[in-house]
């Protein structure tokens, strides 16, 4: 029995031995690889390091955005921890002399906008790692960050770094420039004049947009008030996001589309004539003008209704449409889809399918309201009539490119679709014309450029799209010059203006100041003589 027991132990002791082999085998030998990977990665503690950010510059080479260096501080002792992020490099080494045997000085890239506010909310801002946070630093990043750096240490499993670890650092490679369409010139000018109407007529907000009308080159996108993006923590988070790329109701300025799309159908010629009404009856809701209009007869002719914007007329020239066919210009015009100039967080606006429209709609929607359209939807529509009939699509990118020149990326002017026939777009621009000279849009005119446009004031919508608030108005402004051969177009919008609340003196002037400014820095020729 007892040499039986020993014979046992002993196959016991065997058995356990071999399998203590098989498995050492296992570990050094069969999965040796894969068991040290496992182990590296539990001991290795990886940051990343920002990398050499790429620059945002204007359409001419100016920096609006770019990197400079600054010196961070990280600690050794318990791990590795930050200490102090993007300082001066005498900050960092005053720091570090404070105990030179467990801190670090790292050089990093601090984000810096020399402009300041200048175009805030188009460029945008990077985050504490230089990662785009909004603007065009976001919508653009992945090419702008170029490859992270990283820092390469070991740390116990509480993440403090092992005695006698050596930090190896990996550099980054530097990002590609983006150069912007905008023209830093023409949008100090168009933020100055939008900031001094704002003030003046104690407005909530304004936008200002122009555009090259051939190209769709964006050359300035103005929007008050804004913020510092080198301090922009200090700003409501509100004013980050580019107010350009908002739905708001455009009123009296989208009677041009209702009268284009009549146009195009065939419907109305400019001489056509409808009933000199002060209201309209339809679907139980009374539509009015927005003024008094001083009639002098009992018909308007079609270019009067766009001089005075008579409610009451586009309203007829809606119902000679009807909703399906203008629902379909509607579209054709480039509403209901995004324009992608640039920039992320752009809506689509809000135009329901034209079978879901209750009886007056297409009566309100024929002036501009219960219908949301973006400022760069409405503009990109007026382009239409500068362009016979096509529409272009708003650019707020030219080139992106390497330090080095050997990669480059650029934009051309890209078509949005054929809105309307030239025949179409060239009646418009006379009426655009009439509206000047003879209408609603007086204080526009200037003395050396033919000028064409509309104004519009629309009652600001509740929350929610439950009817509109009482005496609170958007007033606007958007037209095109020279008129012989249009350059530019420019829209201008002041939300809630106190006082006076027309387009025509509210916007008119502003209007008027950036185009003249605008159409003289490009050397223009006038067509006025």
Known sequence: MDNRRIFILLLCFVLLFGAAILRLIDLQVIHHDFYQKRSLDQRTRIIDLPSDRGDILDRNGDVLATSIDTYSVFSQAHGFDWVARKLPLAEAEKLKAADPRNLVVLKEKKRIYPKGDLAAQAIGFVGSDNQGLSGAELAWDKYLKGKAGKVITESDPEGRELYGAKQRIEPGGEGLNVTLSIDQNIQYIAEREIEKQIKYSSAISGTLIVMNAKNGDILALASKPDFDPNQY???????????????????????????????????????????????????????????????????????????????????????????????????????????????????????????????????????????????????????????????????????????????????????????????????????MRGVVLNGSGRRAKMDYFTVGGKTGTAQKAMRGGRGYMKGHYIASFIGMAPLSDPEIIVLVIVDDPKGSIWGESVCGPVFKNVVEYTLRYLNAKPDML
């Not at 107010?243 to 009677?255: A, M, N, V």
């Not at 929607?365 to 529509?381: E, K, N, R, W, Y």
């Not at 272009?392 to 026939?421: C, H, M, V, W, Y």
Request: hydrophobic fraction near 40%.
């Open 233 to 431: 923590g200090k700003a409501n988070s509100q004013l980050w996001h580019p107010r350009f790329c908002d739905p708001y109701e455009p009123g009296s300025t989208f009677k041009l589309v209702t009268v284009a799309a009549a146009l195009e159908e065939g419907v109305i010629n400019p001489d056509s004539k409808v009933k000199a009404l002060d209201r309209i009856e339809l679907g139980g809701k009374v539509i009015e003008n927005s003024h008094k209009i001083p009639w002098k007869g009992g018909e308007v002719s079609v270019s009067e209704v766009l001089e005075q914007s008579i409610n009451t007329g586009t309203v007829q020239i809606g119902l000679k449409l009807g909703p399906k066919k203008f629902y379909e210009r509607i579209v054709d015009f480039g509403f209901c889809k995004l324009t992608n100039f640039g920039l992320l967080g752009e809506s689509r606006g809000i135009v329901r399918y034209w079978e879901n429209w209750y009886k007056p709609d297409v009566g309100m929607m024929s002036f501009g309201q219960s219908i949301a359209v973006t400022p760069l939807q409405l503009i990109s529509a007026v382009s239409a009539f500068a362009n016979h009939g096509r529409l272009i699509k708003p650019t707020l990118i030219k080139k992106i490119e390497s330090n080095d020149g050997l990669f480059i990326k650029s934009f051309s002017d890209e078509s949005r679709g054929q809105a309307i026939s030239d025949k179409t777009a060239g009646q418009m621009i006379e009426m």
